[in-house]
């Protein structure tokens, strides 16, 4: 059943490479596909203390197609499939397809602007594990693709009538309404923002809370002092410290606050919650990682003194490490790569980039390290007659994936190319994943990418056939006969793999 609903039309004017997000996961696209974001936040009913998610949906209207209606105007409309099942049932939890419409615009070039078209669904869950599952199409595309999206959440199975936090969710606006609509609750009309929480080019970064039952840890007044902070530093930035006025606990509460982060240079911050009694003592605290944007802001100036202290390769090598990212790299991050001139601006970006993804404070440089390692495989194992081994499509993989958990190398065969099959027990979601890779010439080592079963890759359905030198039935790759575990365990196996 398609459910057609009323939505939010959010009308944002950004600059080129808004359509970028970063740390994946958040937005879904394919070749010809609609791009989306989407986020879901946990909540718990005031009342009855029960848990429910909110799940934020965002379509760019530039990535559909248009067509005119009754009265004239321009429209696009997408549908979205929408599926959570939790681990181990086999109903859904929840299944739907909405019907999302764009705004009417009185001509195509309004789709030149970069909208996007909100709509937000509320779900009670119980306590569990849970699989979201999402697709959404075109309906005017000629040819329409599916753009797919899975997300893994957790519900955690709250005491009655204990103190908990809300997540935080990063909003657009919020007003108090009477309306009755998807975005209203508890007497407000709370707009999320269309990116989550990463902000490119933004002003303002506001954010929505709820806590619950504060009441049972303390009877006294208390504020809530809430600040922005560096990655790995709970030390607030200068005039991104904010306290609010004294408040009385109460079973239920909601807070929103905001911060000016025009001037943030691009890198990741923390926005941290604090609640505090009228001394200074510490009762609750909460905190979210914030993806900043602002190309236009330098990035700082110690940043070069710390690539010195960490890495210090010379300029060439420098140059080639940072294009060796670009598999990992976000959309806006390559952008940013591209227009890289000095020595000391790719000092900066190379730091900054690993910054972002460092999660052991005590090895500043194991994430790097491990992608290093395979880099240096790639190059040493699987260099072409034309590219270095980082950039053929078996470097491409082995970096942007990790390592593969099994690897097949497939030779000889008389009626047979020469080929390859890498198996990833699991990449994100998704398991059993396959890449196959052939040797198209015989002669150069480049084995270009024949099939991959991961989404978003090459999949192509005949490639069993696409080996063969002659029609002779399919062989049975099920078999293990190629198993060549020596290969496989030479490729590095280190921790933190950037797996997507």
Known sequence: MVVYKKFSFLLISLIVGLQAVIFNKIRAASKEGIYYFLNINQYLHPAKGTPYIEIYIAIDGTSLHYKKNSRNLYQGLA??????????????????????STPELPDTQYASLRY??????????????????????????????????????FIEEKRANAFHFSDIHF????QKSERNNDFTKHGYEIIPFATGNYFRNQDTLRFYLEWYHLNQLLQEPYYINFYLSEVNSTTPLKKLNKISKPRKPNIFEIFSGEFCIKDLSSQIYVLHVELKKNDGTLVAST??????????IALPSNFVDLYDQLYNYPEPELNTYIAALQYISTATEKEMAQVLQTYEEKKKYFYNFWLKRENDPNDPQKQWRNYYQRFKYACQHFKSA??????????????????????????????????QVWTYNKIGSQQGVIFVFYDSDYSSNEYPLLHSTLAGETYNANWRAMLLKSRIPDYNLDSNDWHLPEFRDNIPRTTGSPRR
């Not at 594990?129 to 040819?143: H, Q």
């Not at 905190?287 to 236009?296: A, F, Q, R, T």
């Not at 078996?394 to 047979?416: A, C, F, H, M, S």
């Open 79 to 100: 549908e979205l499939i929408l599926q959570i099942q939790r681990k181990g049932e086999k109903d859904y939890t929840y299944n739907d397809t909405l019907s999302i």
């Open 116 to 153: 996007h078209t909100l709509s937000q669904v509320r779900v009670a869950v119980e306590p569990g594990y849970y699989v979201l599952k999402s697709s959404a199409i075109d309906k005017f595309a000629t040819n329409p693709e599916k753009s797919e999206l899975v997300r893994e959440f």
């Open 171 to 174: 909003i657009e606006s919020i």
């Open 287 to 296: 905190h979210y990682k914030v993806y900043i944007d602002n190309p236009h």
């Open 386 to 419: 034309s590219k270095p081994g980082w950039k053929t499509e078996r470097g491409r993989v082995l970096l942007t994936y990790g390592t593969p958990d099994d690897i097949q190398d497939i030779n000889g065969e008389q009626d047979k190319m020469p080929y």
